[in-house]
């Protein structure tokens, strides 16, 4: 309790410079807000296709269908691990 009553007194004290500080802050973030918010609306997004290369050692259920998932939404170079295949 003695550190909190120590803060309050602090704070009472310089609260000019404390009040100062944070309206510099508050002005600060309402324009960066004002000045990035209307560029790109959140609402439209586009999915991406990436060209990937994809080598399946461990050959379970969980990773086959990891592996079909991946080919339907992304370009899949190879599935081996033929290096000339997958670095061209």
Not at 2 to 13: D, E
Not at 58 to 80: P, R
């Amino acid at each position: 309790m003695t550190v909190f009553k120590g803060f309050l007194l602090l704070l009472k004290r310089d609260a000019k410079s404390v009040s100062l500080y944070l309206v510099i802050f508050i002005a600060i973030a309402v324009m960066t807000q004002l000045s990035m918010g209307d560029n790109q609306p959140t609402s439209t997004f586009k999915s991406m296709s990436t060209r990937i290369a994809i080598e399946d050692k461990d050959q379970s259920e969980l990773s086959k269908n990891l592996v079909n998932y991946l080919e339907k939404t992304q370009s899949v170079k190879g599935t081996s691990n033929n290096y000339q295949l997958i670095h061209l």
